[in-house]
């Protein structure tokens, strides 16, 4: 029996975990046909697709419509002020990338006749009440990506 050279893997010293666990940039139009939605959040509007078809407005954004099945989908603007219908804090267990935001507030916000969840930021949990306006906030992530969440309006 021949005798197998046994190789030591160079391991890097430091690996860096991807932001928000997302392990492609899946904001990039090489990898997801929902680019377009990032690329209008970078303009500055929280976008949706709906179906051309049977007119159903779809959330998350889709490729396919998944009531009727066509790819005939069409970009529509949801505007910028929400509706509190819901929210928590995260004091504990917050996901990777959000730790050290700790405490902050997240919900369930509507807009453009739809319940999205979202961070709900400058504002604490006790000054916070279901039915409370928020306005859509635009933030760009350490590498030059944006998202998207909800901040208390200041004239509330
Ligand atoms: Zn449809």
Known sequence: MSKVKVEKIKRPEKIGLPFMLDFYPLQDEKYTRISQFFKNLKDGHLTT???????????????????????????????TEG??????????????????????????????????????DDVRYED????????LKIVELPDQRVFFRFSKSKNE
């Open 128 to 135: 916070l009440k279901i039915g409370d306006k928020v306005r």
């Open 49 to 79: 697709t709906k179906c051309e078809k049977c007119k159903e407005v779809l959330w998350p954004p889709r490729i396919i419509c998944p009531h009727c099945h066509t790819e005939d989908l069409k970009w529509i603007d949801l505007g």
């Open 83 to 120: 509706e509190v219908h819901a929210f928590t804090e995260i004091t504990l267990g917050a996901p990777l990338g959000f730790v050290e935001d700790t405490p902050f507030c997240t919900g369930i916000v509507q807009i453009g006749g739809l319940l999205i969840s979202a961070r709900i």
